[in-house]
């Protein structure tokens, strides 16, 4: 056993033993449960009817999505559907949204979402998407913040596991993904044995400001380690980015142990601009791929795929000093940037300090080429040339560090639980707080921007064990939020969240909540099986597929009988909801349906793909509580065998009757009180 694998093990047993004492004290400790202020409870007090004064995104881990809560009072106010399928609102299973899941590996229905970006201008939020990865199948989504809604999904080529993503510069031209795993570039059938060879990582640019045209703009080519989390400089070092990496010791078995040799391991340091400069001076190849782009067309809000077929890769020693190295202790995992710009911030899992480079020496190293070596054309900056300043004895296993533009950081510590708060520039530690338990992520509203909301702090915890009732071998995870707002940091409160929320991002309510859409005009819905009235329904056959065009509107469908289905047919059912008012949604699910409801904003066109496997009647109905008069939003749909000759019909009940894909129009004088019965 060599030393640094006995320091390692060491610090990994007493982490253990700490983190056993932890789990062993708070039981028998009355104070924990009350380590709370007393004034704890009016602060995150928000009456009914009022407001909070954050929307905070977490990013929903092995969920795929994205919870939105209020803070500070913790209440969930949404899940918005990302990168899995989600049956509540047809996320991934109507016909208008599948094709957002489609990657170059076919239909992916679930990822592993970590890191929530808000888009920004000059380095703060702007307000207009929030940006988030998906880790195992490498892609990147934007969310539209008008609407909470997922508007495009591009994927990452040359990658495996997009870890480091999706973190902005601070112009918001571009967010980037960098590759978690090592894998042949381009992908081929190697021996594992062959890593050192044959492994690569890479670092991608992808074009984030125009809404509907995200690509990777381009790729840099890197040496086959793990890299983990980046962040953009700003400021001073605006123009750069920061990326850890860990596993310089490029082992690809047993990493626990093996990757975790070497005393340090290295933030890269990415110079965009020049990179850029070098793409357009045609320094990059132009790789063979595949990848996809999918978006949803804004007139018929109808998801469409496309592939993409090759990418610029940028080999580092085309593009003299676009990549340095600053050596890192110790498998360091975050990498945050203070507001001012001047400072790099790395998170070492196994470091018993938090190293902080200056991006002024940084310059300097470079000018005067302060290097110890030379990786893939990757000059090694020497660690004293590039360091600012080490907080000590920061407590064991630092991950992540925000801020909160007050001169302080605040970083999570895994192993020991807690927050630590520490002062930039003089290093020395002014707070901690206990969080329980195992924290990842901490978030500071704008807490990675130039300018912190510097109020509010939320950790995020791993384990959860007896915060909340118990509820079997699976418990949520649990989020806390801490005043940051004086000296001592304060727990306010605990709040169960949905997957494993990883990162997050917050802004304040005031910057989004009044320019929320609140339903869709159904004049400008463009998708093609739109109608607006009733008449305008009906059903047509093309050889084995049927399309069924209805209305719903409170509290009744428009056809609501329909006969002259066949087994063997495929019936795709497109309802379009012509309500126009807010929050006024329907939803339609049929009998031994394989596969969702649809869930139809109002103003909006949903298709539902049903296959009927039996003859026989089946209902179909109105999934959302809609009016009064919501249990009688109800229709049948009757399928007869293979060749029969009942007539494809498609009517209202037996007052209207259409043939041939007409429904007659009908005259009824109810219609008036059904559209305001609610
Ligand atoms: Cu630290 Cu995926 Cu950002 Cu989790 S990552 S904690
Ligand atoms: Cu429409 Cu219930």
Redesign the pocket.
């Known amino acids: 056993m060599n030393a640094s694998l006995k320091k390692y093990l060491l610090v990994t047993i007493t982490a253990g033993l700490i983190f056993g004492l932890l789990f062993a004290c708070h039981t028998t400790n009355p104070n924990v449960r009350t380590a709370v202020t007393s004034d704890a409870a009016s602060k995150v007090y928000i009456a009914p009817g009022q407001y909070d004064e954050y929307y905070a995104f977490l990013s929903g881990g092995f969920s795929g999505q994205i919870s939105v809560y209020g803070i500070p009072s913790g209440r969930l106010l949404k899940v918005i559907p990302v990168f899995s399928q989600n049956p509540e609102n047809a996320w991934g299973y109507s016909e208008e949204t599948k094709p957002m899941l489609l990657t170059s590996h076919g239909f992916v229905p679930w990822d592993d979402s ?2 929530p970006e808000l888009s920004q201008t000059d380095g703060t939020p702007n307000g207009k998407w929030i940006f988030i990865n998906a ?1 195992n199948t490498p892609r990147i989504a934007r969310i539209e913040l008008t609407r909470f809604e997922t508007e495009e999904i591009v994927e990452i080529p040359n990658a495996a596991g997009g ?1 480091a993503a999706p973190f902005t510069t601070p112009d918001g031209r571009f967010v980037v993904s960098a590759t978690r795993f090592s894998v042949p570039i381009p992908n081929a059938d190697v021996a594992i044995s062959d890593y050192k060879k044959s492994f690569k990582g890479t670092i991608s640019f992808v074009t984030a400001d125009v809404p509907g045209k995200m690509e990777v703009a381009f790729q840099i080519l890197m040496p086959g380690y793990d890299y983990d ?1 980046g962040h953009a400089g700003k400021g001073p070092s605006d123009g750069w980015f920061f990326f850890t990496s860990y596993n310089s010791e490029q082992a690809y078995t047993k990493l626990e142990a093996n990757a975790s040799q070497n005393d340090k391991d290295y933030v890269a340091a990415v110079n965009w601009r020049k990179a850029e400069s070098c793409v357009a001076a045609g320094k990059a190849k132009i790789t063979p791929t595949s990848y996809k782009h999918n978006s949803i067309d804004s007139a018929s809000r109808v998801a469409k795929s496309e592939t993409i077929t090759s990418v610029k890769v940028l080999d580092p020693r085309d593009c003299d000093g676009v990549v340095y190295f600053l050596p890192t202790p110790k498998s360091p ?2 990498v945050d940037v203070d507001p001012t710009g001047q400072y790099i911030v790395a998170g070492g899992k196994l470091a018993t300090v938090i190293p902080v480079h200056s991006f002024s020496k940084l310059e300097k190293a470079i000018a005067d080429k302060a290097f110890d070596t030379t990786i893939d054309g990757i000059p090694v900056l020497k660690y004293d040339a590039v360091v600012a300043g080490e907080v000590k004895n920061p407590g064991l296993g630092p ?2 560090t925000e801020f909160d533009g007050k001169g302080y950081a605040y970083t999570s510590m895994f192993i020991s639980s807690e927050v630590v708060k520490w002062k930039l520039g003089t290093w020395e530690i002014v707070d901690r707080i206990p969080t329980y338990y195992s924290i ?2 901490l978030m500071i509203p704008g807490g990675d921007t130039k300018q912190p909301w510097g109020k509010y702090l939320i950790a995020m915890n791993k384990i959860t064990k007896d915060r909340y009732l118990p509820t079997g071998p699976e418990l949520f995870q649990s989020a806390q939020l801490i005043d940051i707002s004086g000296d001592k940091m304060k727990l306010l409160l605990d709040f169960p969240t949905i997957g494993e929320p ?2 997050a991002q917050a802004l304040p309510a005031s910057m989004i909540k009044d320019k929320q859409v609140k339903f869709y005009s159904l004049a400008n819905n463009g998708n093609p099986y739109k109608i607006m009235k009733e008449s305008e329904g009906g059903i047509a056959r093309v050889g084995k597929r049927v399309d069924v065009k209805m209305l719903a509107i409170r509290s009744h469908f428009a056809p609501d009988n329909i006969e002259g289905v066949q087994l063997g047919d495929t019936v795709y059912f497109h309802v379009t909801n012509i309500e126009q008012d807010w929050d006024i949604l329907h939803g339609f699910a049929v009998l031994g349906n394989n596969n969702s409801e649809l869930i139809i904003a109002p103003g909006e066109t949903r298709s539902l793909r049903w296959v009927p496997t039996r003859i026989g009647i089946y209902p179909f109905y109105c999934t959302d509580f809609c009016s009064a008069l919501h249990q009688e939003m109800q229709g049948y749909i009757r399928v007869s065998p293979a060749g029969s000759n009942v007539p494809l019909i498609a009517k209202l009940s037996d007052r209207a009757l259409t043939q041939g894909g007409r429904l007659e129009q009908t005259t009824r004088s109810e219609h008036a009180t059904h559209d305001h019965s609610r």
Request: aromatic content about 8%; hydrophobic content about 15%; cysteine-free.
């Open positions: 970590h890191h880790n870890h989390l995992h975050g991950l992540h990842g992520h990883h990162y």
